[in-house]
């Protein structure tokens, strides 16, 4: 961030009160998810680090979930309720209580426009520390149908045309209005005042923002911005496209951190995950939220992740299942169909095959043999297994927690275990075994004459 930004003041209005009919959803449209974040969420956030120390967000009339919303995302923000849909400038007017306190900067935002960069308001910011009062974002619009137009002359903004306002020479301009402003706060009330709703909609246009600055003798300007940064979100065939865009970003972040993806675009990321250096993700990797993954470790083909640590050097999959809370120690091992739970698994132990571990933590090298099952479930609670350093559990066994296996202790293969194990001993709790000789020949031919 420039300097002379960055000592500015910044209020940002995030404009949050869309219809969104057109997501055929019970869920407000700015709830929708993108990379595992709401996009109202991923506004706020680009907005706070663009520097605006308050934040206002418009909502719509009895939209609680939103405002609940904005309060987990954004603790500090101030929410406002437009109760009457009549335009933009109106919207931004519904946060004036905001906008009564002195501030250098303003900057309005869109909660469906949820692909913009913090670098971009940031952008939009700087004219207005050169003595611009309103700021335009703009971007040359592949088919500019539908867009706002930003109309220049001489190399200065004089308005900006919505496309039911304008003619057909103005029509030709492929200058669009993205949505977004930047105004001076000086200046922002007695600008949004002046606005009137003489139009096509009967609206109140944030867009006359331009005009009604030039009319009382005021510098004006334009950035730009590229056409898929500022995409709006109105059906899902959109909230795929912009989720499309995000996929592509943190993919090439993480890449350019460092880390190989075997087929990137079968990966899904989330927007908080963490992949170290020399991490090689396999094909068909999905990772929720709250993923870290430390260097040069390994992500097998088909493995999905949510709210789970993978240490340095560790190997994950194909076919794993990570679920919140699961934790692995450098070197750890999770192999095939395998699922772990809330659980911790320390330097270098290993549960390659066929295994539930839940509510537990595993000592450094302990070996969980294939079919392993930690029951932590009595269908009202639920209980932790402790298994020790060292210990080595034989294949399709039961640990009905809690339960605790002592370091360096063997745990026969198919055993049941209900009592706590002492280190170094050896459990067997399962049928002894008995061979009855020539049994099989004799029954055969039994069968045979009958
Ligand atoms: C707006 C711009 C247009 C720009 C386009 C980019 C205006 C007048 N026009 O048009 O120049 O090219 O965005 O997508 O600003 N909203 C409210 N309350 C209202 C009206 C709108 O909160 O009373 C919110 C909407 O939820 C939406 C945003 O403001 O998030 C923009 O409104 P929308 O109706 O989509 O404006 P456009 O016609 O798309
Ligand atoms: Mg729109």
């Given at each position: 961030m420039p300097n002379e930004t960055k000592q500015r003041t910044c209020l940002a209005i995030v404009l949050?009160?869309?219809?969104?009919?057109?997501?055929?959803?019970?869920?407000?449209?700015?709830?929708h998810r993108i990379a595992g974040r709401t996009m109202l969420a991923h506004v706020l956030a680009a907005v706070q680090a663009a520097g605006s120390q308050r934040i206002a967000v418009v909502v719509g009339p009895g939209r609680e979930d939103v405002a609940e919303a904005v309060k987990l995302a954004a603790p500090g923000a101030e929410v406002f309720v437009?109760?009457?849909?009549?335009g933009t400038a109106h919207a931004v007017l519904a946060a004036r209580e905001a906008l009564?306190?002195?501030?250098?900067d303003v900057i309005v935002a869109y909660?469906?426009?949820?692909?913009?960069a913090p670098e971009t308001f940031t952008a939009l910011r700087g004219p207005l520390a050169q003595g611009a009062t309103v700021v335009a974002l703009g971007f040359r619009a592949e088919n500019p149908t539908g867009y706002g137009r930003l109309l220049v002359e001489d190399g200065r903004l004089v308005a900006i045309r919505e496309e039911k306002d304008a003619d057909e020479e103005e029509r030709r301009?492929?200058?669009?209005?993205?949505?977004l402003m930047a105004l001076a706060g000086s200046e922002a009330i007695a600008i949004l005042e002046g606005i009137?709703?003489?139009?096509a909609k009967g609206e109140y246009y944030l867009t006359d923002a331009v005009a009604a600055a030039i009319s009382r003798g005021l510098r004006t300007a334009v950035v730009e911005a590229e056409e898929v940064e500022v995409q709006g979100v109105n059906d899902r065939v959109q909230l795929a496209a912009a989720e499309q865009v995000m996929q592509k970003r943190l993919r090439e972040r993480a890449m350019r951190e460092g880390a190989t993806f075997l087929?990137?675009?079968s990966v899904y990321l989330s927007f908080d995950t963490v992949i170290g250096r020399d991490v090689v993700i396999e094909p068909q990797v999905f990772f929720g939220p709250g993923v870290v993954v430390e260097d040069e470790a390994v992500i097998h083909a088909f493995s999905h992740l949510e709210g789970a640590h993978v240490g340095r050097g560790a190997n994950v999959g194909p076919y794993a299942r990570l679920r919140p809370g699961a934790r692995l120690g450098g070197k750890a091992k999770v192999g095939n169909f395998v699922e772990i739970k809330n659980a911790e698994l320390a330097d270098g132990a290993k549960v390659n095959h066929l295994t539930y571990i839940g509510d537990a933590s595993i000592g450094a090298g302990a070996n969980i043999g294939a079919g392993?099952?930690?029951?932590?479930?009595?269908?009202f609670a639920k209980h932790r297994t402790v298994i020790g350093a060292r210990a080595f559990i034989g294949s399709n066994s039961a640990l009905v927690a809690p339960v605790t296996i002592g370091e360096g202790a063997f745990v026969g293969s198919g055993s049941v275990v209900t009592e706590d194990v002492p280190a170094d001993a050896l459990a067997v709790a399962r049928g002894r075994q008995q061979n009855k000789p020539g049994w099989a020949t004799e029954f055969r031919s039994r069968s045979t004459k009958k």
């Open positions: 949050a009160a869309g219809e969104g009919t057109r997501m055929k959803s019970r869920t407000p449209k700015v709830m437009q109760e009457d849909r009549l009564q306190d002195p501030v250098d909660a469906d426009t949820p692909l913009v301009v492929r200058l669009c209005n993205a949505g009137g709703n003489d139009n087929d990137p675009g392993t099952i930690t029951c932590n479930y009595d269908g």
